[in-house]
């Protein structure tokens, strides 16, 4: 038998043990809330009847791996700014979607690349627009936020931030892919800025996007967006994906939005601020308000594209109204799905 002190000792070690662990509540220790997750990869015109099928499982297998990323953080306890941040990162190194290294041509013939993600919990936000040669700008985006007093910075001197900031750089070769190359001269054929169909087995004739929205368990919400924009863009165009309350928002009052479609249109709709306003000031269902903004609002000014968001109590909402949407998303139950088509049922359709 153990003598009394001894035992008295163990009691009080084990105690402080658990008053310490119990006191450890910081961003990376399990919660118990729900968690949800959901990603986009672009909307545009997507036609089952001329995908390659070959590459239509690459791209799905891709989804799915971006989602599972942001997930695996999110069950670890992590925290949601994490979670999108690695999705994102994800569907950047993929060739397949319109960011990071799958970053469509401007009309000179390079990759200039916008992104941005919001912290819900306390309303921080960094962005980057118009920048090069960076292989992650999702990185560089939270960069500003976390390293810099700004919100946004822009072409030269974000890259010079960049350098400071010690961010990984890939040179023009990494940016490559024949097909956004091919995009780029059918566009200069068509002196088009929007379109981006040479190559007609991808379905996303259009431009597209990457983005990702995400609650954790310790109820904070992030959105995370990145983009390459327009195939020919010319004149230091930017998008909707770097402006905060137009591609992206997160507020843990309301919702987190990432959004991908025709930027112009989005940004004179203010998208992302709109669905997540409806819903705190209106007391808008997250469905509801994103039917409303999506559907209604955006059609009647002829804005095409979608949005993905999750809520505080973990619902979800993708809606497009494009002909397809690559995304994917975890609902706060487990369920996985991934999707492309209108009718590939994803949660929160
Ligand atoms: N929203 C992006 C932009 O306008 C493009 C897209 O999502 O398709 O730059």
């Given at each position: 038998?153990l003598?009394?002190?001894?035992?008295?000792?163990?009691?009080?070690?084990?105690?402080?043990?658990?008053?310490?662990?119990?006191?450890?509540?910081?961003?990376?220790?399990?919660?118990?809330?729900?968690?949800?997750?959901?990603?986009?990869?672009?909307?545009?015109?997507?036609?089952?009847?001329?995908?390659?099928?070959?590459?239509?499982?690459?791209?799905?297998?891709?989804?799915?791996?971006?989602?599972?990323?942001?997930?695996?953080?999110?069950?670890?306890?992590?925290?949601?700014?994490?979670?999108?941040?690695?999705?994102?990162?994800?569907?950047?190194?993929?060739?397949?979607?319109?960011?990071?290294?799958?970053?469509?041509?401007?009309?000179?013939?390079?990759?200039?690349?916008?992104?941005?993600?919001?912290?819900?919990?306390?309303?921080?936000?960094?962005?980057?627009?118009?920048?090069?040669?960076?292989?992650?700008?999702?990185?560089?985006?939270?960069?500003?936020?976390?390293?810099?007093?700004?919100?946004?910075?822009?072409g030269e001197g974000?890259?010079?931030?960049?350098?400071?900031?010690?961010?990984?750089?890939?040179?023009?070769?990494?940016?490559?892919?024949?097909?956004?190359?091919?995009?780029?001269?059918?566009?200069?054929?068509?002196?088009?800025?929007?379109?981006?169909?040479?190559?007609?087995?991808?379905?996303?004739?259009?431009?597209?996007?990457?983005?990702?929205?995400?609650?954790?368990?310790?109820?904070?919400?992030?959105?995370?967006?990145?983009?390459?924009?327009?195939?020919?863009?010319?004149?230091?165009?930017?998008g909707?994906?770097?402006?905060?309350?137009?591609?992206?928002?997160?507020?843990?009052?309301?919702?987190?939005?990432?959004?991908?479609?025709?930027?112009?249109?989005?940004?004179?709709?203010?998208?992302?601020?709109?669905?997540?306003?409806?819903?705190?000031?209106?007391?808008?269902?997250?469905?509801?308000?994103?039917?409303?903004?999506?559907?209604?609002?955006?059609?009647?000014?002829?804005?095409?594209?979608?949005?993905?968001?999750?809520?505080?109590?973990?619902?979800?909402?993708?809606?497009?109204?494009?002909?397809?949407?690559?995304?994917?998303?975890?609902?706060?139950?487990?369920?996985?799905?991934v999707?492309?088509?209108?009718?590939?049922?994803?949660a929160?359709?």
């Amino acid at each position: 038998m153990l003598p009394i002190q001894t035992v008295r000792l163990l009691s009080f070690t084990c105690l402080l043990a658990m008053a310490m662990n119990a006191s450890a509540e910081t961003p990376g220790d399990a919660a118990n809330g729900p968690i949800a997750i959901a990603i986009h990869a672009g909307a545009g015109t997507m036609n089952p009847d001329e995908m390659d099928r070959q590459l239509e499982a690459q791209i799905r297998g891709t989804l799915l791996e971006a989602v599972q990323a942001g997930h695996h953080v999110l069950r670890l306890g992590g925290s949601s700014l994490d979670a999108v941040e690695a999705a994102v990162k994800l569907l950047e190194d993929s060739p397949h979607f319109n960011a990071g290294r799958g970053a469509v041509f401007n009309s000179e013939g390079k990759n200039e690349m916008d992104a941005s993600i919001m912290d819900g919990s306390n309303l921080q936000a960094g962005a980057v627009a118009g920048v090069h040669n960076i292989r992650n700008p999702i990185l560089l985006a939270r960069r500003v936020m976390t390293h810099s007093p700004h919100v946004m910075l822009a072409g030269e001197g974000a890259v010079s931030f960049a350098r400071e900031q010690g961010i990984e750089f890939a040179d023009d070769d990494y940016f490559y892919t024949e097909r956004r190359w091919q995009q780029l001269q059918q566009a200069k054929q068509d002196a088009d800025v929007k379109s981006a169909h040479a190559d007609a087995k991808y379905p996303d004739r259009w431009m597209s996007t990457v983005g990702a929205v995400a609650l954790d368990s310790h109820g904070n919400l992030a959105a995370a967006t990145s983009t390459g924009g327009m195939t020919n863009k010319r004149y230091g165009r930017v998008g909707d994906s770097p402006i905060i309350g137009a591609g992206t928002y997160a507020d843990n009052r309301s919702c987190a939005v990432s959004a991908t479609g025709h930027g112009e249109f989005f940004i004179r709709a203010t998208v992302a601020r709109d669905i997540c306003a409806r819903v705190q000031y209106q007391g808008a269902s997250l469905q509801q308000a994103t039917d409303d903004v999506v559907m209604g609002e955006l059609v009647r000014m002829g804005g095409e594209g979608g949005i993905i968001s999750v809520d505080a109590k973990g619902n979800l909402a993708l809606v497009f109204n494009s002909q397809g949407m690559y995304r994917a998303s975890v609902d706060s139950a487990g369920d996985i799905r991934v999707g492309i088509y209108k009718d590939d049922a994803a949660a929160g359709e």
